[in-house]
C-alpha cells in the first residue's frame, strides 16, 4: 500500500469515527427527551386519579420567578427524588435518587426518609415525618407546600372499610356455543 493511501484511509477512518461517535451521543439524547416525553404524557393521562393532593413549590433555592407555580401531583403512596423511578421527581444535586417514602393517612402524609431527612416536618416518636394540609416541607434547597384536594372531609371523617366484596355478575345471554370456533 503507498502513502498516500494509506494518509487517505487514515484520514477517512479518524472522521468516520468521530462522526460514529457524535452520532451515538445524539441517538442517546434523542432517546432519552422521548422517554422523558412519554413519561409526561402518562403523568397527563393519569391526572388525579389516586391522587390525595399536590405538592407547590414555593421556593426552589434560585433566585429565578416563575411564571405560574410548579405543582406535582402527590398519590396515596409515593416516593419522591431525583431517580428516574420516582413518582415526584425534583431535580436538584442535593436530591436522592430515592429521597422520601409518603404514604398517605386521612388528613396527613406520613414521610419515611430513605437517603435524606426532610426538614420542616413534625417529627413523630418513630422517626417518621407527618405533612398536613398548608405545611412546608424543605427537600434539599426547595421549599414545598402540601396541599391535600379534600382537606376538610378527610379531617371530618374516618377511613371507610369495605363491608363485603361485590359479587361477581355473569351476562345470562352469553352461550359457548359462540365461543366454539375459539376454544377448538
Known amino acids: ?20 461517535a457524535v452520532l451515538i451521543v445524539l441517538r442517546g439524547w434523542r432517546a432519552c427527551v422521548q422517554d422523558n416525553r412519554k413519561a409526561r ?16 413549590l414555593t421556593d426552589d433555592g434560585t433566585r429565578r ?5 410548579q405543582t406535582w401531583l402527590v398519590p396515596a ?4 427524588g431525583s431517580g428516574r423511578r420516582a413518582d415526584i421527581r425534583l431535580r436538584g444535586r442535593d436530591i436522592q435518587k430515592k429521597h422520601i417514602f409518603m404514604t398517605y393517612r386521612p388528613g396527613e402524609m406520613v414521610l419515611h426518609a430513605v437517603n435524606g431527612a426532610p426538614f420542616g416536618a413534625r417529627r ?20 414545598l407546600t402540601m396541599v391535600f ?9 374516618a377511613p371507610v372499610k369495605p363491608r363485603r366484596k361485590a359479587a361477581q355478575v355473569l351476562p345470562e345471554d352469553v352461550s359457548d356455543d359462540e365461543f366454539e370456533d375459539v376454544w377448538e
Request: aromatic residues 10%; contains cysteine.
Open 1 to 20: 500500500m503507498s502513502g498516500n493511501t494509506y494518509e487517505l484511509l487514515a484520514l477517512i477512518g479518524r472522521y468516520w469515527f468521530a462522526g460514529l
Open 149 to 157: 384536594f379534600d382537606a376538610e372531609d378527610a379531617a371530618r371523617k
Open 77 to 80: 403512596e409515593a416516593m419522591l
Open 41 to 56: 404524557t402518562l403523568r397527563d393521562w393519569a391526572g388525579g386519579a389516586g391522587c390525595v393532593g399536590e405538592l407547590v
Open 124 to 143: 413523630l416518636a418513630d422517626g417518621t415525618w407527618v405533612l398536613r394540609d398548608g405545611d412546608t416541607l424543605r427537600v434539599g434547597r426547595m421549599k
Open 65 to 69: 420567578r416563575r411564571k405560574k407555580p
